[in-house]
């Protein structure tokens, strides 16, 4: 089964704190997204990653692809409170035939409390 | 060059009646795909189509849906007689070739 999951599902943390979310996934994957949704919008791409041992950045926001453990990281450094939103991994694997259908986690609630 | 845009953005609807969200992919795109996302819970895929092709409709409910993306004009995903456990927020995708994928804002249908 294709299957992607994610940990913690709610994470309550203070602002300048840091603190990792994790994406298991099942099985081979081809990429793997990183994406933030606020409130009723959209999903904003934070990250693609392609390969093991990939690490990408940007501001306090740093994700990482072990493909040997199917699992990638994002990491929040000195969370502040505009971070504050749901995060979802979404998986590209590589069974699926189809184009490049993606498999979502259930998503991290993440809120950032003064 | 204008993003993915879906509309209607809101969609109200009774039970019975029928929904029709439309997608335009972004310029030069002919990958779309159409998720759906059900309050509190990350999204689901639902089909994938090129144009004048349905590829992938593994996701979607076997009666009531169906989706087309013609030679010309937009992606529709279409449902039938909807109940008020459609109500979702159903998001597009498109892509220009099998690689990565841009989301548009989605369209949040209610069914009173």
């Known amino acids: 089964e294709l299957k992607v999951e994610q940990n913690p599902l709610f994470l309550s943390m203070q602002e300048g704190k840091n603190y990792t979310i994790y994406c298991n996934y099942s099985?081979?994957?081809?990429?793997l997204y990183w994406y933030r949704q606020d409130p009723g919008k959209s999903l904003e791409s934070l990250f693609v990653?392609?390969?093991?041992?990939a690490v990408k950045q940007e501001g306090r926001l740093m994700a990482s692809l072990d493909t040997k453990a199917r699992l990638s990281t994002l990491h929040i450094t000195a969370a502040v409170h505009d971070l504050s939103a749901t995060y979802f991994c979404?998986?590209?694997?590589?069974?699926?035939?189809?184009?490049?259908?993606?498999?979502f986690g259930e998503g991290t609630q993440l809120t950032v409390n003064p | 060059n204008a993003g993915v845009m879906q509309n209607p953005r809101h969609l109200v609807r009774r039970r019975g009646q029928e929904a029709r969200l439309r997608c335009s992919p972004m310029?030069?795109?002919?990958?779309v795909y159409w998720y759906r996302q059900l309050p509190e819970e990350g999204l689901k895929f639902m089909v994938y189509?090129?144009?004048?092709?349905?590829?992938?409709e593994s996701g979607m409910p076997k009666e009531r849906f169906s989706a087309e993306f013609p030679k010309e004009g937009p992606s529709i995903l279409r449902i039938q007689q909807v109940v008020r456990g459609d109500s979702a927020a159903y998001f597009c995708?498109?892509?220009?070739?099998?690689?990565?994928?841009?989301f548009g804002p989605g369209t949040r249908l209610t069914v009173l």
């Open positions: 099985t081979t994957s081809d990429r």
């Open positions: 310029k030069g795109h002919s990958h």
């Open positions: 995708a498109s892509s220009p070739t099998l690689v990565g994928g841009f």
């Open positions: 979404a998986v590209v694997f590589r069974e699926e035939t189809s184009g490049s259908r993606l498999t």
């Open positions: 990653l392609l390969s093991n041992g």
């Open positions: 189509l090129q144009k004048e092709n349905i590829i992938d």
